[in-house]
Every structure is written in structure tokens, then in C-alpha cells.
């Protein structure tokens, strides 16, 4: 039994000391990591301060540049403004000629021969200067006329297109209303239908139409829905009149479809004021009078306005 626990003893001690040894090498492990984030860390402070003082550097630099740069924008617009005062101030030059005219003058009592040529040169360069100040002068009163023209012209064409453009609102508003007479009044709803029917000038058929290919009688004439699309509120209708297929595609909600039968010399107005997924509600409005009648009629030119054709082309010939 004691040299079973003498090596279960020996056994326990190793791992002990291996547990410590693997101990230790953690925390030495950790303690070298330790150092290296603790370097890491301020090896960065230590650029971010240099960064940040190169950068305090750069805006110094900028500001001196800038300050340079004002101050020599400050002396070119006093270098201007002296020379546009030079130019526009032509006395010193007059009071220069005068000057050096003078001098040949005092010597011509002495040498007459010597002044007519010392006068001579003198005289002749300053000729071209007036002549340029005077090219110079006819020059800006030319441009200064150009311009005034140029302005007279630009306001000219502001006004023309001003009136153009208040012709073309008043035309466009002008269209709109006689479109609006044309079409009539058109119903949206079930109750506006039955203030129109109350009027007793048109006839008004309501409808309810699906989605088929076979056509259903309504009042004058034959629908058939086609294809109804509820994103864009728009249908395609097919209609049966006078033995003809018509067909009308992308069909907006209550945009009105004028039809002219043979039978009738009105048109007859077919309206949808709703669309659902699979099917339409809407109403077909119809003349009350066949031509044929029209002549009994006193208050015949009284439905123009709706069908928007004039009284003489609603009565016989």
C-alpha cells in the first residue's frame, strides 16, 4: 500500500506543477499583452497629437496665405481705381504739354534755328494722343448706344413674351370651357345621375358590366368590358352600334365617350364613374328626340350646347 501512494502522491505534486507552470505562463502571456496594448495605445496618442498639430500648423498656414492673398487683392483694387482716376482725369497731361512747350519758347530769342526743331518733335507725338482719346470717347458713346439698343430690345421681347404667354393662358382657359360645354355635364354618382335625369333633356341607362367578351345591351347600344385597371383608373370597352364593333382602349374614370348613331342625330355619351377590380359602374346617356321629331319641336336648339354641334346641323336640311 505505501509505494501505491508514494507514486499517487508523485502523481498529484506533477500535475500541481504543471498547473502552476501553465499558470504562470498565462499570466505572463497576459502581462505581455498588457505591455503591448499599453505601447499600442500610446504610440497612437502620441500620432494623434502630432496630427493634431500638424494640423493646427496647416490652418495657421492657410490663414497667413489667405491674409496675403487679401491684402494683395486689397492693393491690386487700389492700383484700379488709381489708374481708372488717371484716365478719367486728363488734366496733368495737358498741363505736361504746356510745360515742355514753354522751354523752346524762352530759347527762341537766342537761336531761332534750334527751337523750330526742338518744337517739332515735341509737337508731333503728342497728336496721336489726342486723336486716341478721341477715338477712345467716340468708341464708348458707340458702345454706350449699342447697349441702350441692346436693353430696348430685351425689353421689347420680355413684353412680346409676356403677351404671348398670357394669349396662350387665355386661349388654353378658352379651349377648356367650350370643351366643358361639349361634354355637358357628367354624373359621378347615382344621385348626380338622377339630378340629369330630372331635367328630362337625355335619356340615362345605368349599368353595372364584368369582365366578359359577350356584350350586354344597354339602352342605345351594346357593352362589353375588356380589361379594367384599378392602379391607373382605366378600362377598355368594346361596343356594338349600328351593327359595328368599336373598341376603346385605356378609357379614363369618368371621361366621356361620345358616340354618333345613325338612328339619332345627338351622340350618345357613355360615362363610368367607378372601377373596381373585376368589373365598372357606370351609365349611358341617350337623345330624347330622334331627328325625325326634331321639327315638331320648338325647344330643339335648346340640347346644343350639351352635344356640343349646332343648332343647324341638328335640324333637316
Do not use: C
Not at 496630427?51 to 487679401?70: C, D
Not at 486716341?132 to 441702350?148: F, G, V
Not at 373585376?278 to 335648346?302: D, F, M, R
Amino acid at each position: 500500500m505505501e509505494p501505491y501512494e508514494d507514486e499517487s502522491f508523485k502523481e498529484s505534486r506533477e500535475q500541481r506543477a504543471l498547473a502552476n507552470r501553465w499558470l504562470g505562463i498565462g499570466f505572463i502571456a497576459l502581462l505581455v499583452i498588457t505591455g503591448i496594448a499599453t505601447g499600442y495605445g500610446l504610440h497612437e496618442r502620441n500620432e494623434v497629437r502630432q496630427l493634431t498639430g500638424q494640423t493646427a500648423a496647416a490652418q495657421t498656414s492657410t490663414n497667413q496665405l489667405q491674409a496675403q492673398v487679401n491684402t494683395l487683392t486689397a492693393r491690386l483694387n487700389d492700383l484700379s481705381a488709381a489708374q481708372a482716376t488717371s484716365a478719367a482725369n486728363p488734366a496733368p497731361p495737358a498741363s505736361t504739354e504746356t510745360a515742355d512747350l514753354t522751354p523752346p519758347a524762352i530759347d527762341a530769342t537766342t537761336a531761332p534755328p534750334a527751337p523750330a526743331a526742338a518744337i517739332a518733335p515735341t509737337t508731333k507725338p503728342k497728336q496721336p494722343k489726342t486723336t486716341a482719346k478721341r477715338r477712345t470717347s467716340t468708341t464708348d458713346k458707340r458702345y454706350a448706344q449699342l447697349k441702350a439698343q441692346l436693353d430696348d430690345q430685351q425689353k421689347q421681347l420680355k413684353e412680346t413674351q409676356d403677351e404671348v404667354t398670357k394669349n396662350r393662358a387665355d386661349l388654353e382657359g378658352s379651349i377648356s370651357s367650350t370643351k366643358n360645354e361639349l361634354n355637358g355635364s357628367i354624373a359621378k354618382t347615382h344621385d348626380e345621375l338622377v339630378a340629369l335625369e330630372k331635367r328630362g333633356e337625355r335619356n340615362y341607362y345605368e349599368f353595372v358590366l364584368t369582365k366578359s367578351k359577350q356584350f350586354q345591351r344597354i339602352g342605345p347600344m351594346s357593352l362589353s368590358l375588356r380589361r379594367t385597371d384599378t392602379k391607373h383608373k382605366s378600362y377598355d370597352l368594346a361596343m356594338l352600334v349600328d351593327d359595328n364593333e368599336l373598341n376603346k382602349k385605356k378609357v379614363n374614370l369618368y371621361e366621356p365617350v361620345w358616340i354618333h348613331t345613325e338612328s339619332g342625330g345627338q351622340p350618345v355619351q357613355v360615362v363610368v364613374n367607378r372601377i373596381d377590380k373585376n368589373g365598372v359602374h357606370g351609365y349611358v346617356s341617350a337623345p330624347k328626340y330622334k331627328v325625325s321629331e326634331l321639327p315638331t319641336l320648338s325647344s330643339s336648339s335648346q340640347s346644343a350646347p350639351e352635344t356640343g354641334a349646332p343648332p343647324a346641323q341638328q335640324s333637316p336640311q
